[in-house]
């Protein structure tokens, strides 16, 4: 299958402990976004890459959250010292460059702080 | 501000009957305009893009339609299988992020 990979599919954590997300975009894709979604709510959007540089931030994204694309292929999304306000879906997307313009979506990594 | 609202927020339809579900938009320049399934735990699941007014798309049971304002998702004869949440997101022509704006979603259950 060549579409997009998260990893974990769920985890568990207690306040104030780290947390490190992967994402494997499909192989030619060279866009890649970061997504929270919280439940009965859109996706929000957290970053975008364009190949390994990280073009935007939301303003939203405090200082706990960095993303990083190391070779622009797989991204890691971490969260340090979580807070019960971070459980939610992390959603990680792919496009490839020019049209078309949808984004294709990772099964998402589910976050519980508890 | 660009912005996404979707309606109704939830729709009941028994199977076979056919309905339409609405996605109303205000961007600063429109490059496209998405449509996504999402089932419960999952990430969304790309259904069309429509990029200009006048546009539709169609896949199976569901149509896509554009104006200038507003576009429209008609299932026709729905399945219990097509019970999800439906996700209208648009992308801005400005900036190069290319980043969605998305609206909350209409969330369709279809009775046997």
């Known amino acids: 299958d060549t579409g997009v990979s998260q990893d974990p599919r769920h985890k568990i954590t207690k306040r104030g402990q780290n947390v490190t997300f992967r994402c494997d975009p499909i192989?030619?894709?060279?866009?890649l976004y970061w997504y929270r979604q919280t439940l009965g709510q859109g996706p929000e959007f957290l970053t975008y890459f364009q190949n390994e540089a990280q073009l935007e931030k939301s303003r939203l994204l405090s200082d706990r959250f960095s993303a990083e694309r190391p070779k622009g292929s797989f991204s890691t999304l971490e969260i340090q010292r979580t807070e019960q306000g971070d459980s939610a879906m992390y959603l990680c997307a792919s496009s490839a460059p020019g049209e078309p313009y949808e984004q294709y979506f990772g099964p998402g990594t589910r976050l519980t702080v508890t | 501000e660009d912005q996404v609202t979707q309606s109704p927020e939830a729709l009941r339809l028994q199977e076979g009957e056919s309905s339409s579900l609405n996605c109303s938009y205000t961007?600063?320049?429109?490059?496209?305009l998405f449509w996504y399934r999402q089932d419960p735990g999952k990430g969304p699941e790309f259904l069309f893009t429509l990029y200009s007014a006048g546009e539709e798309k169609e896949k199976e049971r569901l149509k896509a339609t554009l104006t200038k304002k507003e576009s429209f998702l008609h299932i026709t004869a729905p399945k219990p299988e097509d019970s999800a949440t439906y996700l209208c997101?648009?992308?801005?022509?400005?900036?190069?992020?290319?980043?969605?704006?998305w609206g909350l979603g209409t969330s369709l259950a279809v009775n046997p």
């Open positions: 961007v600063s320049g429109l490059r496209g």
């Open positions: 192989s030619e894709h060279n866009r």
């Open positions: 997101a648009v992308q801005a022509s400005a900036g190069n992020n290319r980043k969605l704006i």
